[in-house]
């Protein structure tokens, strides 16, 4: 049970003030990490400022600069309304001794502006200052309290990363609020380091990373960031380490197939396996036939041919009479490994069902009852097979997709509805050989290093947008010439700036060319809208498919050969790769153009260079670590990394190692955490939602 002491942190996202129905799913999509279901106060604190706004210039009116934010004490003189019908903003005019002010509102209202400014008063006002014909003014201050609030204004106020919807103010509230609601923890670190280090506790490190005095304090190298990362790092590791010891605790069962469905499937195949599918099958067999459970990684550059591996695996279970499950991370995904899948298993008689979101009612019921009775072999799914209620009859393998978007305690919780059973987690996400030890050290690892036979590389080539109508052309071409093109806009929804490549507008141009074969999706869309739209382009529907990064994990549609991806200065390698993995499946020359907005940053440019010289993604994995280790600062999200909420292991790697350490002792001395820091470490483990790890203990 998580320990009361969190209590407060673990309520959800919504009870902090000020949100209402409206802002709440909003804030949370802001806060929380990729695809949660739910949001807690806990993920409003380590949504850290990435900026801040110093609000402790105080001048007179006369000396306020045009466009610096500035606190000015004035006294209300008069309010103007604009005249009914015009666009003039309502004006109010205050003074000091060295002269006038105007504060300026769009769209307001007068009554409530003379409650907030009442004439004849001194008011504190904060905000950016403009000169304006020679006249000072303050469009919409940030903030208006009396003289004897003065103080709560003259402050740093911290910036937060915001989206639509959610302006600064809401973000600030949220976080202060989400602050007092933060106990002080027990210290769950070795005194020896935070001594050494000079860190501070738990407490102070997040309420200094919420309170910048100054740029400096925004880096990640603070002493208050710094901790924070390692107190995250070392939940990780902890997690990793118990969990991989009970597994080798718990007794596995041997599962040895006859190979007979494997022999039916392998001649089936319209190709024979490459060398590496061989290999890294033969580990995974080997595993699986052993008394312990298996808990391997298989890492494979998009395209490399993972889902044939997983099937064959799947089999040797089912060969057994056990069976096997196969998640996806988004509904699109698991409907398509079903469709490679099912015609595959029915010709060899082994029964197939899909188990999503979707599913409801009457169907969904008799899909559980049929996996319950053992009549289903092998299910794909979601999440949805994380329900409580999907019982499996025997479950032998769980085999995990993209591993990224789940957590470690996820495939603990599918594997959980098992005896024992065994874990195989697929990742297409490049990932540095000098990382992989680190983050999977709990998982035995293959690699699918070898690409199938007859792929042609894809021609790769960096244009600037200025060139779009150029690649309008070509694209139109290609298309002619029988090609489907992807053509990837950037994300709306986080960005935040207004320039960036929009993609209803980009698919609104394109129809004027490609009429109505050109589709759109994005992540706005619902589930049945976007698989209809896919599908089209999987199909003969469409020619043309206007996507943002929605298409980037694991969709498959082979007669793609062109991808335009705009704004690709704006993405990070891993996440570029990713998406160029898109094209180049089929036996036709595939074509990528990445479109860039000038000017370009040095890293930026550099990426583009690597996009256009290799197609390898453990080098572009590698090259992505050191360009992001040379200082550009990129979400860890966007690089496809593992997702870190406080840690970016571009910056804290060497903390990797150390809280990999300081793990490693702890489990060797103590790894019931029955001992003087075991308390204080179930508490981490908890705030981070190790919860899983913690279970571990109390049956191991
Ligand atoms: P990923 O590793 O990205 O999941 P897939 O499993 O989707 O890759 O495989 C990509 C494509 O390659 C599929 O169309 C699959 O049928 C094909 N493929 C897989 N293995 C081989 C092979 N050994 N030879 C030829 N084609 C293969
Ligand atoms: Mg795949």
Redesign the pocket.
């Known amino acids: 049970m998580r320990p009361e002491i969190l209590y407060p942190l673990f309520a959800p996202v919504d009870t902090l003030p000020g949100l209402g129905k409206r802002l709440a799913p909003l804030y949370a999509r802001l806060v929380g990490p990729a695809g949660a279901e739910t949001v807690h106060v806990v993920d409003a604190l380590w949504h850290l400022p990435n900026g801040l706004i110093d609000r402790r210039f105080a001048p007179s009116v006369a000396e306020a600069p045009d466009g610096m934010i500035a606190t000015l004490t004035v006294t209300v003189e008069s309010h103007h309304s604009s005249p009914p019908g015009s666009r003039a903003p309502y004006r109010v005019r205050c003074r000091d001794d060295s002269g006038f002010l105007t504060l300026t509102f769009f769209h307001a209202r007068g009554d409530y502006l003379h409650r907030l400014l009442p004439v004849g008063q001194t008011m504190v006002v904060s905000g950016r200052v403009e000169v304006y014909n020679g006249e000072r003014q303050m469009p919409h201050p940030d903030h208006v309290v009396p003289l004897g609030e003065r103080e709560s204004v003259e402050t740093v106020e911290p910036v937060y990363p915001l989206t639509q919807g959610i302006v600064l103010k809401t973000a600030v509230r949220c976080a202060r609020a989400a602050l007092e609601r933060a106990p002080d923890l027990p210290e769950w670190q070795e005194p020896e380091v935070i001594g050494r280090r000079n860190w501070p506790s738990w407490f102070d490190a997040i309420t200094a990373t919420h309170h910048p005095q100054g740029e400096e304090d925004l880096s990640a190298m603070t002493p208050a960031r710094q901790r924070l990362a390692y107190d995250e790092l070392l939940a990780n590791q902890l997690a990793l380490l118990l969990v991989r010891l009970n597994s080798r605790n718990v007794t596995g069962r041997a599962i040895s197939g006859d190979g007979g469905l494997r022999a039916k499937i392998l001649a089936r195949l319209p ?4 060398g590496a ?1 061989q290999r890294s099958l033969e580990e995974i067999y080997a595993d699986m036939g052993k008394e312990e459970r298996m808990l391997r990684l298989l890492q ?1 550059d ?7 591996v997983a099937l064959l695996a799947m089999l040797n279970a089912v060969e057994v009479a056990s069976q096997a499950a196969l998640m996806a991370p988004t509904e699109i995904l698991a409907r398509q490994h079903m469709e490679t899948l099912g015609p595959l298993c029915a010709e060899a008689g082994v029964n197939v069902a899909l188990l999503t979101g979707r599913d409801k009612g009457k169907g969904r019921q008799e899909i559980l009852a049929r996996l319950a009775a053992g009549d289903i072999d092998i299910i794909v799914g979601t999440h949805a097979l994380f329900q409580p209620d999907v019982v499996f009859r025997d479950l032998a393998l769980a085999v995990i997709d993209e591993q990224h978007r789940f957590g470690v305690h996820q495939r603990l919780e599918l594997a959980a509805k098992g005896r024992a059973a065994d874990v195989l987690v697929m990742t ?1 996400t490049p990932i540095p050989r000098t990382l992989t030890l680190t983050l999977y050290g709990d998982m035995d690892v293959s690699r ?1 290093d070898e690409k ?3 792929r042609k590389p894809v021609d790769t080539r960096a244009l600037p947008t200025t060139r779009l109508d150029d690649v309008v052309g070509a694209a139109a071409r290609a298309r002619d010439g029988g090609a489907k093109i992807y053509w990837v806009c950037p994300l709306v929804e986080e960005s935040e700036t207004s320039d960036i490549g929009d993609a209803e507008q980009r698919h609104a141009v394109l129809r004027q060319v490609f009429g109505d074969r050109v589709g759109l999706v994005h992540g706005r869309m619902k589930g049945p809208a976007k698989d209809a739209v896919m599908e089209a382009f999987a199909g003969d529907g469409l020619d043309v498919l206007v996507a943002t990064t929605v298409i980037e994990v ?1 969709v ?1 549609v ?1 007669a793609a050969t062109v991808m335009v991806i705009e704004h690709a200065e704006r993405f990070g390698l891993a996440q570029l790769h990713q998406l160029r993995g898109r094209i180049g ?1 089929g036996d036709k020359a595939s074509t990528c153009l990445l479109l860039y907005a000038n000017p370009l940053t040095e890293t930026a440019k550099q990426r583009l260079q690597i996009m256009r010289e290799t197609e390898d993604g453990f080098r572009i994995a590698e090259e992505d670590l050191r360009l992001r280790g040379g200082g550009e600062v990129l979400g860890t999200r966007q690089s496809g990394m593992p997702e870190f909420r406080l840690a970016d292991l571009a910056v804290h790697g060497d903390l990797l190692a150390s809280a990999r350490e300081d793990a490693a002792m702890i489990v060797a001395h103590d790894a019931g955490l029955h001992g003087p820091r075991g308390p204080a470490l179930r508490t981490l483990l908890y705030l981070f939602e190790r919860d899983a790890a913690v279970r571990t203990l109390r049956s191991g």
């Open positions: 190709f024979g396996l490459t599918q494979g998009v395209g490399s041919g993972k889902t044939v297409a699918l199938p036979p007859g694991g498959n082979p499946r």
